[in-house]
């Protein structure tokens, strides 16, 4: 009987290491009880704007595919409607994101990106439901509601993932942080 081995690379398992972060805040994410349904804080996209900011989009491209099928069987989702709302999100945020990278970096950074994204993901999934679960324009009555919720999680997501980017440079660079959290230069 042969076997079948697969030659990993470093890339390989730094992907499938920040994809099990994502899922892990995924299942955080769904455990969390909110007064709407489809409105939860996306503590995963946290992962996401680190990712595009250290290895760029191609790898945050991964570990978001990951995170939405991984997330979807471990939530026992794959396939169902739910799956594919995740995914429309994904997508969507995904592709907003390819240009919000390369927007400067003076101005924009993990906070912009997470309310693009936030925003992407949300009309994404408000579009998909429009087209197949609920075909009537009355589904975006419910986008106000949806976007004041994207801005807010959007914006402390990202403060979140800017935080803790600050912090791991501060400690690549072997200055001490100081009280706020930044590094001396």
Not at 16 to 23: G, K, R, S
Not at 90 to 114: E, K, T
Not at 122 to 140: C, D, E, K, M, T
Request: aromatic residues 10%; without cysteine; charged residues 10%.
């Amino acid at each position: 009987m042969s076997r079948l081995t697969l030659a990993t690379t470093p890339e390989d398992h730094r992907i499938a290491q920040l994809a099990a972060a994502a899922v892990g805040l995924s299942l955080i994410d769904a455990a969390i009880p909110l007064p709407l349904p489809g409105v939860k804080p996306g503590l995963a996209n946290i992962v996401t704007m680190i990712v595009l900011a250290r290895y760029g989009w191609r790898t945050a491209a991964w570990v978001s595919a990951l995170r939405v099928v991984a997330g979807g069987l471990m939530l026992g989702q794959f396939l169902a409607p739910g799956f594919f709302l995740s995914l429309s999100g994904a997508v969507g945020s995904l592709v907003v994101l390819a240009f919000a990278y390369r927007l400067p970096r003076r101005w924009f950074g993990p906070v912009s990106w997470s309310i693009f994204a936030a925003f992407a993901h949300i009309g994404s999934q408000l579009l998909l439901a429009r087209l197949w679960l609920i075909p009537h324009n009355g589904v975006f009555y419910l986008a106000p509601f949806f976007f004041v919720a994207a801005l807010g999680f959007g914006i402390i997501n990202g403060l979140i993932a800017a935080r803790l980017l600050a912090e791991s440079e501060g400690e690549s660079s072997g200055a001490p942080p100081t009280a706020s959290g930044a590094s001396h230069a």
